[in-house]
C-alpha cells in the first residue's frame, strides 16, 4: 500500500510564500504522475498543479504564475512552492497521482495551508 506524507503548511500572511512537501513509499515513484489538490471548506477537493514523470506540469489557471511543482525521483517526493499566496489559497493541500492519468494511489492526511493577516 502507498503511504503519502504531506508537509510544509502552515500560517502565513497574504503574500507570502510556503513550500510543501510529500513524500512517496512507492518503489515505482518515476513511472508515474503526481499531483497536488487542495480542498477548502464546504468545497470540492480539486487538482490544483500536477507534474508526469517526464517533468511535464500542469496548474490550474487560479494558481498559474505563483504556485511551482517538481519532483525528486531519487527521494520519491513531490514539492509545491507557493508564492505570493492569497487568503483563497486556504485549503487542505494532498498529494496524489494526476487523477486524470492515473489511478489513486489513496490519501494521506494533508497538510494545512492557512493564508491570513
Known amino acids: 500500500q502507498v503511504q503519502l506524507v504531506e508537509s510544509g503548511g502552515g500560517l502565513v500572511q497574504p503574500g507570502g510564500s510556503l513550500r510543501l512537501s510529500c513524500a512517496v513509499s512507492?518503489?515505482?515513484?518515476?513511472?508515474?504522475?503526481w499531483g497536488w489538490y487542495r480542498q477548502a471548506p464546504g468545497k470540492q477537493r480539486e487538482l490544483v498543479a500536477a507534474i508526469t514523470a517526464g517533468s511535464s506540469t500542469y496548474y490550474a489557471d487560479s494558481v498559474k504564475g505563483r504556485f511551482t511543482i517538481s519532483r525528486d525521483n531519487a527521494k520519491n517526493t513531490v514539492y509545491l512552492q507557493m508564492n505570493s499566496l492569497k487568503p483563497e489559497d486556504t485549503a487542505v493541500y494532498y498529494c496524489?497521482?494526476?487523477?486524470?492519468?492515473?489511478?489513486?494511489?489513496?490519501w494521506g492526511q494533508g497538510t494545512q495551508v492557512t493564508v491570513s493577516s
Open positions: 496524489n497521482r494526476d487523477h486524470r492519468i492515473a489511478v489513486s494511489a489513496g
Open positions: 512507492e518503489t515505482m515513484f518515476r513511472i508515474y504522475p
